[in-house]
Every structure is written in C-alpha cells, then in structure tokens.
C-alpha cells in the first residue's frame, strides 16, 4: 500500500518537473545532470508526457489499493494537493509573482501550494488508505507540511550557494528571474534557521507515532542535504 501511494505521487512530481522546466515556466536545460525532457524530445513531447503521467498517478492510486476503504480520500487528497489549491496553483502565484517586490507572507504562500502540499500528501495518503485513526492522519498531515516547507527552503538556499555540478541542474536562476524565494526575502542565514525550526516541528508532530525514527531521521535529512 504504502509503495502503490508513493509510486503515485513520485508520478505527480515526475509530471510537475517535466512541465516546470518547459521554457514558457522556468526554462531549464537541465535536470539531474541530464538535459531536460523539452530539450530531447521537443515542447510538444514534453507537455504530452507530463500530462500523461498525471492521470497514470491516479490510474495506479485507484486500481491499486483495490477495495480499500480509504481509496476515495487518498484520490481526494492527491487531486487536491496536485491541483489549483497545490501544486499548480503555486506555479501560478510563483509566475505572478516574478519581479514583483518580494515578501514572506507571499513566498511562503507560494511554497506552501507548490511544494509543501505534495509532500504532504506524500505523508498522509497511506494513513488514509490504510485507514489510520485521524489523529494519527492528522500528525501526518502537519508533519508533512512543515516538511515540505522546509525542504523547498533548503531548495532555495541551495539554488543560492551551489554549484550547478553539484545540484544537477542551473543555479542562481531563482535571483535572475525575480522568482519569490527565502534568501532573497530574509537571507541565506535566516532562511537556514527557519528550515531548522519546520524540521524539528515535524519531527515533533510525528514522534508518538514514528516508532522506529524513521520520520524523524527524514526530517534531519532534509535540512542537511546538499542536493
């Protein structure tokens, strides 16, 4: 169950990457250190294949965990954190929002839809299928928010202080195209501190529930990263 909810949302990310890195959203050329599907095998191609896997993500959410009770919340939460309360709406507020004086409440706004809602439910679509009690989905839910937060925080930082050797991919984009990001709002330092602070608030939302530490372990990860 846990691996069905996964591979979906890894197929919801797959698709958001391939369009994000289309020319007419962050234009990039590469991706992992490879060129980017737009770049191998044209727009046209590239737009098709994202759409493709969208709906794959919920074909395998939905045939996959059978008659479990949960399969209806799960789509629900999926579709929800995908879409124009997500994800996609994020990269609207992120493409609105470029050259525009930055702020926090804006950046995080942005952040909140296009990154942490994904992972969010990442986190919580299996308490859902596998019909955890709600406060169980509930401390998965705010887990993965304050994950997510930070994890696109470090995102940021990264894009600031990195080389394009070492994440895979073009840096220093982020600044050049006036996009909304933590560094540019408070700073590098403080921006670290903030992605400290939402790790250990997940580490915390989960601890009655993450018997072996994993959860936790993922947390630290996230803001010790440098990739």
Wanted: contains cysteine; proline residues 6%.
């Amino acid at each position: 169950m846990g691996t069905t909810c996964g591979a979906s949302v890894e197929l919801i990310h797959a698709f958001s990457l391939v369009h994000d890195d289309l020319p007419a959203m962050d234009d990039d050329d590469l991706r992992r250190g490879r060129p980017t599907n737009h770049k191998v095998y044209g727009e046209a191609v590239a737009i098709l294949a994202g759409d493709a896997l969208s709906v794959l993500a919920f074909e395998v959410l939905a045939t996959r965990l059978g008659n479990a009770p949960g399969v209806a919340p799960a789509l629900a939460e999926l579709a929800r954190a995908s879409g124009t309360l997500g994800m996609i709406g994020g990269q609207i507020l992120d493409l609105e929002g470029e050259g525009l004086p930055p702020t926090l409440p804006l950046v995080e706004s942005i952040h909140l839809m296009k990154t942490a809602a994904l992972i969010r439910a990442a986190a919580v679509l299996p308490a859902l299928a596998g019909g955890a009690p709600p406060e169980a989905v509930a401390a998965m839910r705010a887990y993965g928010t304050a994950l997510g937060l930070s994890f696109q925080i470090v995102d940021d930082i990264l894009d600031e202080t990195s080389t394009p050797e070492e994440l895979g991919k073009g840096t220093g984009k982020d600044r050049d195209r006036g996009k909304m990001t933590y560094p540019v709002v408070v700073g590098v330092e403080a921006a670290r501190e903030r992605a400290g602070r939402l790790a250990l608030e997940a580490s915390e939302a989960v601890r009655p529930w993450d018997r072996h530490g994993a959860l936790q372990a993922l947390a630290a990860f996230v803001v010790e990263r440098r990739s």
